[in-house]
């Protein structure tokens, strides 16, 4: 390996490791949204994560959404399936946008990435949920009965009376528009983001 490449890796653990305690702390801000159960809350961890993969390649956005779970887990009180989650749903979100943007990289690329990566996220959470997630909720909190988990979608409509529903009622259209709004804020940030890094590397691949 040249210097130059080594130091270009330099960078990109400097950028990992900047852009994993950003979403280590995005993780604790949540919003709570109307017409959804309250344990739904959007955050916004998964725009660092986003950033990372456009800016540095796919893998990168992996590494930082498994970082930052490893992180809260200390912290967490879901027994580690809350942060499974939180990874399975950010690593699937980043990387998907990533490899389409790393094959075309301008703004179409960017926004076809996006798309693809918040409807594949919005798609594993459906088996992500219904067979690990709420299982293991429920197991945990209701004594196994996963109706407890059930009747708190019914009470804001009655109609979703089973999980599955529930799901794809629900948590489908959630996380569709948590990854949009990701989408859109990383958008606005991603240029001048992508000009400290750039200059960020220049100045550890400059020679002394």
Known sequence: MTKSNTKSTTTKLVVTAMLTAVAFILQYIEVSIPLVPSFLKLDFSDIPELIGAFAMGPVYGVIIAALKNLLHLPFGSSMAIGELSNFILGASFSF???????????????????VAG????ALISIPSNYFVVYPVYAQLWAGGDM??????????????DTLIK????????????KGL????????????????????????????
């Open 118 to 121: 918040m409807t594949v996220m």
């Open 166 to 177: 529930s799901l794809l009622i629900f948590n489908v259209p959630f996380t569709f528009v």
């Open 181 to 208: 709004i990701v989408a859109l804020v990383t958008f606005i940030v991603y240029k001048p983001l992508s000009g400290l890094i750039y200059k960020l590397n220049t100045a550890l691949t400059k020679k002394k």
């Open 147 to 160: 109706n407890v988990i059930i009747n708190m979608y019914k009470m804001i409509l009655p109609a979703s």
């Open 96 to 114: 998907t946008a990533g490899i389409i943007y790393k094959y075309k990289k301008d703004r179409i690329g960017a926004l076809i990435g996006a």
